[in-house]
């Protein structure tokens, strides 16, 4: 990450892991004496059918997708001609969409960085609905979520903001507090975020998403501690798994024990997952040969305990401000794609396998597979319920979504 506003790389754990976590939630620190910035919401296929560990519908069952012209979409982005996607929708939204994810509603939604009224310290959720033309406006829902009681004074919300879980009528929120190991809690919210119904305390917790195995209901975070009961000092950075077992996060035996699955010197990033389950998650390097990683693991490997992560990604990004999957084909590798918090940051892709129990680094990189237009201020990656990649860009005035699909060989 980056060291105060100097653009210097550090090597200590803290200072860059509070700082990517005021950038990605766009300053999301709240107080109950004053309103300020909260945070935008980041990328995973965690709403509607089954997007998390689900099974994804053949390739050779769905309806041939239909491209627009480049002229359609030049005016927001360019695409790299070595990456085999292409635009397929194109919608506008009259506000920011940065930070979007996949909701249960069965379109995009973002935590909002507006305040509601009266000087309400939570933000909302927008929930956006797009039309079947490909090209026409979508349009936006408002809702408002409960604020747990007995909150600090002041927080940061995490930085995907509100997470509609892939499994039970359940959402995601978290929150950290200042103070030595950066205390804080996940919140489990009811699925039309009126109710808080569980909640657990976490140091650090940075991003998470949900994956299930049809038995399973399991939160896949980075962070700085394993879920618990009661408050700890523990820091240490890494990849960590909670089961909702009896609809409870941290519940006792003979529910699963949360546990660790790796960690890395450094700080921690957004966690995705693709429709396979399979699960990556953005890792800037205190050390090492460049700043940042991608590290992946296979849906099967986040059942038990310790697990070998696969590099998939290593680059010079200046952290991971947005992540997501693509997952493989019967005959095709899948993509990860990613970009850093640098303001003129393409868009970068790689492409994975998936083996026995685990995947794989693939062959092909392609450094600025997606860039910006000149109008073009900020944009983020994120995938749908099928596993289709999408595109949330802004310019100075508004919002748009593109939808990206394979093109076929």
């Given at each position: 990450m980056l060291d105060g506003i100097n653009g210097t790389r550090t090597t200590s754990r803290v200072?860059?892991?509070?700082?990517?976590?005021?950038?990605?939630?766009?300053?999301?620190?709240?107080?109950?004496?004053?309103?300020?910035?909260?945070?935008?919401?980041?990328?995973?296929?965690?709403?509607?059918?089954?997007?998390?560990?689900?099974?994804?519908?053949?390739?050779?069952?769905?309806?041939?997708?239909?491209?627009l012209e480049p002229a359609a979409y030049e005016d927001l982005i360019t695409i790299d001609a070595q990456l085999p996607?292409?635009?397929?929708?194109?919608?506008?939204?009259?506000?920011?969409?940065?930070?979007?994810?996949?909701?249960?509603?069965?379109?995009?939604?973002?935590?909002?960085?507006?305040?509601?009224?009266?000087?309400?310290?939570?933000?909302?959720?927008?929930?956006?609905?797009?039309?079947?033309?490909?090209?026409?406006?979508?349009?936006?829902?408002?809702?408002?979520?409960?604020?747990?009681?007995?909150?600090?004074?002041?927080?940061?919300?995490?930085?995907?903001?509100?997470?509609?879980?892939?499994?039970?009528?359940?959402?995601?929120?978290?929150?950290?507090?200042?103070?030595?190991?950066?205390?804080?809690?996940?919140?489990?919210?009811?699925?039309g975020?009126?109710?808080?119904?569980?909640?657990?305390?976490?140091?650090?917790?940075?991003?998470?998403t949900g994956v299930t195995d049809g038995a399973r209901q399991l939160i896949v975070y980075s962070g700085l501690s394993p879920v618990a009961t009661n408050d700890s000092t523990t820091n240490d950075n890494g990849l960590y798994t909670a089961d909702v077992c009896e609809g409870a996060l941290a519940a006792p035996a003979p529910c699963p024990e949360p546990k660790k699955l790796f960690g890395w010197e450094g700080s921690s990033g957004p966690v995705v997952t693709d429709v396979h389950g399979n699960v990556f998650v953005g890792a800037s390097l205190a050390s090492g040969a460049t700043s940042d990683a991608v590290y992946g693991l296979a849906h099967p490997q986040l059942l038990g305990g310790a697990a070998d992560a696969a590099k998939l990604v290593e680059i010079d990004s200046e952290g991971t401000a947005s992540l997501a999957a693509v997952a493989p084909t019967a005959s095709l590798e899948g993509w990860v794609f990613g970009l850093g918090y640098d303001v003129s940051s393409s868009v970068y892709a790689s492409t994975y396998l998936e083996r026995t129990g685990a995947v794989a680094k693939g062959a092909v990189h392609v450094e600025k597979a997606i860039s910006k237009a000149n109008k073009?201020?900020?944009?983020?990656?994120?995938?749908?319920?099928?596993?289709?990649?999408?595109?949330?860009?802004?310019?100075?005035?508004?919002?748009?979504?593109?939808?990206?699909?394979?093109?076929?060989?």
């Open positions: 200072t860059p892991w509070l700082l990517a976590l005021v950038l990605a939630s766009g300053a999301a620190c709240s107080s109950t004496d004053a309103a300020s910035s909260a945070p935008s919401g980041s990328d995973k296929p965690d709403g509607g059918a089954a997007a998390d560990g689900g099974e994804p519908i053949p390739e050779e069952e769905r309806p041939a997708p239909v491209f996607f292409g635009v397929t929708r194109r919608h506008r939204a009259d506000e920011s969409v940065l930070g979007s994810r996949w909701g249960r509603h069965g379109g995009p939604m973002v935590t909002t960085s507006v305040y509601g009224a009266g000087g309400a310290t939570t933000p909302a959720v927008i929930h956006w609905t797009l039309p079947e033309d490909a090209t026409g406006a979508a349009t936006r829902t408002e809702r408002s979520f409960a604020t747990a009681s007995g909150l600090p004074q002041k927080l940061f919300y995490g930085a995907d903001g509100m997470v509609d879980l892939p499994f039970g009528p359940f959402a995601l929120l978290s929150y950290t507090g200042t103070g030595n190991a950066f205390p804080g809690e996940v919140l489990l919210y009811s699925a975020y009126d109710a808080v119904t569980s909640r657990a305390k976490a140091n650090g917790f940075y991003s998470g073009t201020t900020g944009l983020s990656v994120f995938t749908d319920a099928e596993g289709d990649l999408w595109l949330a860009v802004v310019t100075s005035s508004e919002g748009y979504y593109l939808e990206l699909r394979r093109r076929t060989p």
